[in-house]
């Protein structure tokens, strides 16, 4: 590998092209793949982990819990 080549096997490797990938809520994007498109169901600004506008975890903790319940006032 001098000069930061690769060498790959002639005639194995599919060919890399551009690739537009649609995503099921509208957004698309350009990447490298051997296909042309891709479609998919979710993707980085319609999934709840990544845009986090939608939990589905709690936001309060057992403390902020127990205090509620019985009537603690939390003293800072």
């Known amino acids: 590998m001098a000069g930061g080549e690769l060498k790959l096997k002639k005639g194995i490797h599919p060919v890399m092209k551009n690739c537009t990938i649609t995503c099921a809520c509208g ?42 319940k019985y009537n603690i006032e939390e003293t800072a």
Do not use: M
């Open 27 to 68: 957004a698309t994007f350009e990447t490298l793949s051997n296909v042309d498109v891709h479609k998919i169901e979710v993707c980085n600004e319609c999934h709840p982990f990544y845009n986090k506008k939608s939990s589905g975890h709690k936001k309060t903790g057992a403390v902020e819990k127990f205090n509620r």
